[in-house]
């Protein structure tokens, strides 16, 4: 039983011992009666869950009691009672942070009960969302979902370790499908914002007239469908964390107001004037190059070093084959469990057919196919021929361009030192050719473009 304490701040005896009578009627009230304000405010470090004053006290009014509680505790509920019926005193404390005014008189009691009940369902819910954040933040741990033992995500890691640890802008990249919104929710629920809010705003899947809208906010009548006044993304992620996904995909226009908004940490709603307010850590994904989009002119220069203030690079799982059966043990280890599925493992030949394909859609595509797999599978191991690849049109990686036997043969080798990390034995074994015919044809400066030197 969680104890739910109040205070009662009552120079009445008699009055303060029928509020007690009537209040301690639950067993998880723990009721604690004081007959004047300083009594209250040199015991507020027990913590009240609600404070019940009275206006007039022999050594403070209400007023002055209220700003004494405020001043140690901002969120802590304070009912005023008062037998003064003066409803300018009752709007002056309202508009100074009581929660409600009561009139003494015989309906008092009952409107006391409702307003701790309604205090206390208010207060639950609060510590369930809080309980819900924590749990959101262990299921996020570094450790649970960034999977990966090869060297390219090790890198990765350490980025994303940084970047949780900072409140530093952060622009995570890489391809389709290679996890940047897993990466940014790992971000925020391993920083010190895990309990504030997550806002994601996906910019490729949004109509382009709407964009502005969503992430400023507008004021009533500030476009024809604006028929009440509505805050933007900005404002909704105030204390947490903006995810912006395909930041390149913004608006030059918005990308101005997104400057502005950044650098004055403020922002101003479509058909407004006035300024809210920001408390905002930002993260941004693109599968482009800014860089490039700047040069074309499509990105502003002046976002691009606000946006790229921590790079994360999210490498494409072709450059991570020893995280390929890693990762999918683990997708068909959650969703057999998701979907009350009896457990699964993969064969050798179903290992050897995952092991040997292109993944152009990356990790989004490996974790398709694995749960494809599960379901198509009707035993406990998930052969062959339960794996099936959608073969979608993609750029072919060895032959878009017209080159000699030669350059193609150098582009096959680069490719496998790059997926192995330039593991030469490795690569001599996938390639069924000797060690030295490597160095051979890799002679001239080739090597280099692999990712380095070549291992002797």
């Known amino acids: 039983m969680q104890i739910f304490r109040i205070f009662i701040v009552e120079d009445d005896p008699w009055y303060g011992e029928l509020i007690e009578y009537h209040l301690a009627y639950k067993p998880d009230h723990e009721i604690h009666r004081f007959a004047t304000g300083t009594e209250c405010l040199n015991n507020l470090d027990r913590e009240p869950d609600l404070i019940s004053i009275d206006y007039s006290l022999p050594d403070m009014n209400g007023v002055e009691l209220l700003k004494g509680i405020r001043a140690y505790n901002k969120e802590v509920p304070v009912i005023v009672i008062s037998a003064q019926e003066d409803v300018s005193t009752a709007v002056t404390l309202l508009k100074k942070g009581a929660t409600d005014y009561f009139f003494k008189n015989d309906n008092t009691k009952e409107l006391l009960w409702k307003a701790v009940n309604r205090i206390k369902e208010n207060l639950f819910l609060k510590y369930e969302v809080e309980q819900l954040k924590v749990e959101l933040s262990e299921k996020f741990r570094m450790d649970k979902v960034v999977k990966g033992n090869s060297v390219a995500m090790h890198t990765a890691f350490a980025q994303l370790e940084k970047a949780a640890a900072t409140n530093v802008n952060v622009c995570i990249q890489g391809e389709t499908g290679t996890g940047k919104e897993v ?84 922002v101003v709603r479509l058909g407004d004037q006035r300024q809210v307010k920001l408390d905002v850590r930002y993260i941004f994904a693109t599968n482009k190059n800014l860089v490039e989009e700047v040069r074309r002119g499509n990105f502003r220069e002046d976002l ?153």
């Open 183 to 266: 990466a940014a929710k790992a971000i925020h629920y391993n920083s010190d914002r895990f309990k504030g809010p997550l806002v994601v705003m996906n910019l490729a899947i949004m109509q382009r007239g709407a964009v502005s809208r969503e992430l400023f906010g507008y004021e009533k009548g500030a476009f024809p469908e604006a028929f009440v006044p509505k805050p933007g993304k900005l404002e909704e992620a105030n204390g947490g964390t903006l995810f912006i996904d395909d930041i390149d995909a913004l608006d030059l226009g918005a990308q101005e107001m997104l400057v502005r908004a950044i650098e004055n940490r403020y």
């Open 304 to 456: 691009f070093y606000r946006v790229m203030g921590l790079p994360v690079e999210l490498p494409p799982l072709r450059q991570r084959a020893d995280d390929i059966l890693l990762l999918a043990d683990h997708f068909l280890h959650g969703y057999c469990h998701s979907a009350r599925l009896e457990p699964k493992a993969f064969s050798k030949d179903a290992q050897q057919k995952l092991l040997h394909y292109f993944y152009p859609g990356n990790v989004r595509e490996l974790k398709a196919v694995v749960e494809f797999s599960a379901i198509m599978c009707e035993t406990p191991v998930i052969g062959e021929g339960d794996i099936f690849f959608a073969n979608l049109p993609h750029e072919d990686f060895f032959y878009s361009d017209e080159k000699t036997l030669r350059e193609y043969t150098t582009d096959i080798i680069q490719h496998y030192l790059k997926k192995y990390e330039n593991n030469v034995v490795k690569v001599a074994a996938k390639l069924n050719i000797g060690k030295s015919t490597i160095y051979k044809l890799m002679q001239g400066g080739a090597g280099a473009e692999a990712g380095g030197s070549l291992p002797q």
